[in-house]
């Protein structure tokens, strides 16, 4: 019965994991997040507000739409040594978001975005799957307020509140179990940012955002053999910390490329521990279940080039490492080492008003879990076909 709560797991962990969602604008998805020295606009609110300061004197409004489709994910091997070889359902949403950055105020600018870093879902049907991984859903709505400060033409500082709105259900169903469970939490956090202009040509700027524990609070019903059960539950999972080390280059005022380090720091993530209200259920699924992240790196690079004065056009990559050892991996978030490839343009199609379109695509490695690596829910065999892909349209206004 432990196994049910490696599936209720996911609601929370999929935000910042597996199928992360960094990409919250039409820039970031078309140079695959490598988009935080040369963050330009409104969305700069939200990717390093510390440059706010350098955008032009207006107030910035962007909005946009982001489908995602991910794909049926492939399992071929053995769950305990039985034939467990199986597809996932497809999924496809929608995510809107939305970014604002203000006009200078002396030396001080604001700003605020509204985005969606999570709201994902994975679904099995067949047998030994649905025992952990029936369905789990997660919904998550970030408000983050910002503020910009200018100390001189070359060094500005920023920051801001993250407020995180989660809600969460998940459905398991085993021969002699089944599990039911909702549950939501407003949790807060911090951001805070630096850019530093070498020179009208470089950039360098860092970027922090801090851990969020998500304290899920819920109900939980079911039953444990013959013994039905309806409770309330909770659950604190760390949403780890992310640093962001970042340098642009311009060439000739036309074609800016950057590098993007990030480190998150996942190995915060160390059990999985719930409590329940009945005893009886404390008893059986209470105790803590080993989880052993570790400390993960992402690699961006980005190049946007100002084709004429109406045109800009994107394009990026990224290598991103997954932070799941090959011990703890379940069904309910098969996750591998990933390559991102992307690109979009903008079109300014008045001097108040532009529009663009950007892609990116999230091919995950094969993964294979061997019997020498011990997997705790007794997976052996091979993750194929982990795929997500992105399509963003915005519309962006000055005033």
């Not at 949790?187 to 950039?203: D, E, F, R, T």
Request: charged fraction near 20%; avoid cysteine; hydrophobic fraction near 35%.
């Amino acid at each position: 019965m432990k196994k049910i709560l490696l599936t209720i797991s996911a609601v929370s962990t999929i935000y910042a994991a597996g199928y992360k969602i960094p990409e919250q604008s039409l820039n970031a998805v078309s140079l695959s997040a490598a988009y935080v020295a040369n963050a330009n606009g409104a969305d700069a609110s939200y990717y390093n507000p510390a440059n706010m300061v350098w955008n032009d004197n207006a107030n910035l409004l962007e909005f946009g739409l982001t489908y995602i489709n991910l794909p049926k994910v492939k399992f071929e091997g053995t769950v305990g040594g039985n034939n467990a070889n199986a597809k996932s359902k497809s999924e496809q949403f929608v995510l809107p978001t939305l970014h604002f950055s203000s006009k200078s105020y002396g030396s001080f600018r604001y700003g605020l975005s509204i985005s969606a870093p999570g709201g994902l879902s994975k679904r099995w049907d067949s047998p030994f799957q649905k025992a952990t991984a029936k369905e789990f859903t997660l919904k998550v709505i970030e408000i983050n307020p910002t503020i910009a400060y200018k100390i001189n033409d070359k060094f500005a500082i920023g920051g801001g509140l993250r407020a995180v709105y989660s809600s969460g259900k998940v459905k398991v169903e085993g021969p002699s179990y089944s599990e039911n469970m909702n549950g939501d939490d407003i949790s807060y956090g911090y951001n805070v940012a630096l850019s530093y202009k070498i020179n009208s040509n470089i950039k360098f700027a860092t970027t922090y955002r801090s851990k969020i524990n998500l304290k899920e609070d819920g109900t939980a019903n079911g039953a444990l053999g013959s013994y039905p059960y309806n409770t309330n539950a909770k659950v604190s999972i760390p949403l780890p910390a992310t640093l962001d080390i970042a340098t642009s280059y311009t060439f000739k005022q036309k074609t800016t490329i950057e590098f993007v380090y990030e480190r998150v720091y996942w190995s915060s993530y160390k059990n999985l521990d719930f409590d329940f209200d009945n005893s009886i259920v404390e008893a059986n699924l209470g105790q803590p279940i080993n989880k052993s992240w570790k400390d993960s790196n992402t690699y961006r690079i980005g190049i946007t080039h100002q084709y004429n004065d109406k045109l800009k056009l994107m394009a990026g990559f990224a290598i991103d490492n997954s932070p799941i050892p090959s011990n703890t991996l379940g069904f309910e978030l098969p996750d591998a080492d990933a390559k991102l490839y992307s690109l979009g343009f903008e079109y300014k199609y008045s001097k108040k008003i532009s529009f663009g379109l950007g892609y990116l695509y999230d091919d995950k490695k094969t993964r294979t879990i061997t019997a020498s690596d011990a997997n705790e829910n007794g997976i052996v065999g091979t993750f194929s076909h982990i795929r997500a892909h992105l399509l963003t349209t915005s519309i962006k206004y000055r005033f």
